[in-house]
């Protein structure tokens, strides 16, 4: 892994190379010449071909993502959404080599062969040989002294070069299009892995206090149903096999409840004021023994299952100025409410809308959670109203008289 200055390193330590290529003792060589990491179109307005000035320039026009390497990082967070291992990048290196020089003497046909020879000799970037380039080009004082900080020696894969062919076609739209220069002779080579990291620290958990080992006969439980046993909710039937034990719980949504045996392969458990209205999983747990370390230790646990919590309207009336609601389970900090009032008789009944939608206020976070809320008396027109209330998608269900759903109902004006 290295830091947000590795892209830089990678570069410099080309132009490393490079630069000593063109000092080999190699026949032919070309005197004056240097090595640049300019756009490959200011090579013609800071260089003079025909007045003898020769190069080698360096330009990174492309930047693609490594397959290979691509999401061994994940997954970086947990499910509560911490920080698990440190995010990385890993690039591919696409970079476009440029040599120029008198075509006359033939100058940049014998650059490009230095760089090939070069680029060939030395096609992996060992740890050696970038920090010496850092060392090179990173000294106090100069425009890149920042290289300094670069840890790409410390990488523990190291950066392989390796040439890329590029076709007439795409030559000619790298320099036609996104230069708008005249061509000059040029080769590509990709530069595989760059690593980034970031430089996030992950927390890391406590180390094991206690290691156990319980070996079971039993498969453990099997949850099939969850069931409303009265209609509404406030008591779940859970059905299975081997639902039973000495110690037996049922986790619903964020409450573990107590669980009590009914009749064979059947718990029932008691939800009301525990459990916040909504769509919730339901879990049956046989607990072990208390420990001092664990005080309710989990010997095995069922499939989970879904189970709506409905919500359910133990009051309406008319308090002053307001129409009040008494919930049961209570209305939870993040819970999305509303009050759904349908006309069922009186001067509501001659009204083009029979329904009406209002919302309801859930407390604040933090706060606790309310039974009662409010709505304005003025909200509401004249007549008679059957009143439910939805939370988090679930709706409760009315009350039937004479086979008719008909309570809870809300009267105005009051009689």
Not at 4 to 16: C, E, P, Q, W
Not at 92 to 112: F, N, V
């Amino acid at each position: 892994m290295s830091n947000v200055l590795s892209i830089a390193a990678v570069t410099s330590t080309l132009r490393f190379l490079l630069t000593r290529a063109l000092t080999c003792e190699l026949p032919g060589p070309v005197g004056g010449a240097k090595v640049t990491t300019l756009r490959p179109d200011r090579l013609h307005d800071s260089t003079d071909t025909e007045n003898g000035s020769a190069g080698i320039n360096i330009y990174l026009y492309q930047i693609g993502d490594n397959h290979a390497h691509g999401r061994r990082d994940l997954p970086t967070r947990r499910a509560d959404g911490s920080l698990a291992a440190r995010p990385c990048a890993t690039l591919d290196l696409h970079y476009l080599i440029t040599c120029y020089g008198d075509d006359a003497k033939l100058e940049s046909q014998r650059l490009l062969a230095r760089t090939v020879t070069e680029l060939a000799r030395t096609p992996v970037l060992a740890a050696k040989l970038v920090r010496r380039a850092l060392r090179a080009y990173g000294t106090a004082g100069s425009d890149l002294e920042f290289l300094a900080d670069a840890d790409l020696a410390d990488a523990p894969e190291p950066v392989k070069l390796s040439p890329a062919l590029l076709s007439l076609e795409e030559l000619s739209k790298l320099w036609s299009v996104y230069f708008q220069a005249s061509y000059l002779l040029s080769v590509a080579y990709v530069a595989s892995v760059v690593v980034l990291e970031a430089p996030d620290m992950p927390s890391v958990a406590l180390p094991v206090r206690h290691r156990e080992l319980d070996v079971r006969s039993s498969p453990g439980p099997r949850l099939l149903s969850a069931e409303a046993a009265d209609g509404t909710g406030r008591t779940l039937r859970l059905r299975g096999i081997d639902l039973h034990a000495t110690r037996t719980v049922a986790q619903v949504g964020p409450a573990r409840l107590a669980a009590e045996p009914a009749e064979q392969g059947t718990l029932v458990v008691a939800v009301e004021g525990h459990v916040p209205a909504g769509a919730h999983t339901v879990q049956v747990l046989h607990l072990d023994a208390p420990l001092p370390h664990r005080p309710e230790p989990v010997a095995a646990a069922s499939n989970t299952v879904a189970a709506l919590i409905r919500p359910h309207l133990r009051a309406v009336e008319v308090v002053d100025e307001d129409v009040r609601l008494r919930l049961s389970p209570p209305l939870w900090a993040g819970q999305q409410a509303s009050v759904q009032l349908s006309c069922i008789a009186g001067a509501c009944a001659d009204r083009a809308d029979q329904l009406l939608v209002l919302p309801l206020d859930a407390p604040e976070p933090g706060a606790a959670p309310r039974d009662v809320v409010n709505i304005a008396r003025s909200a509401v027109p004249d007549g008679t109203w059957l009143v439910q209330v939805q939370v988090d998608g679930v709706v409760s269900v009315p009350q039937t008289v004479d086979g008719v759903y008909a309570a809870p109902a809300l009267t105005l004006p009051p009689p």
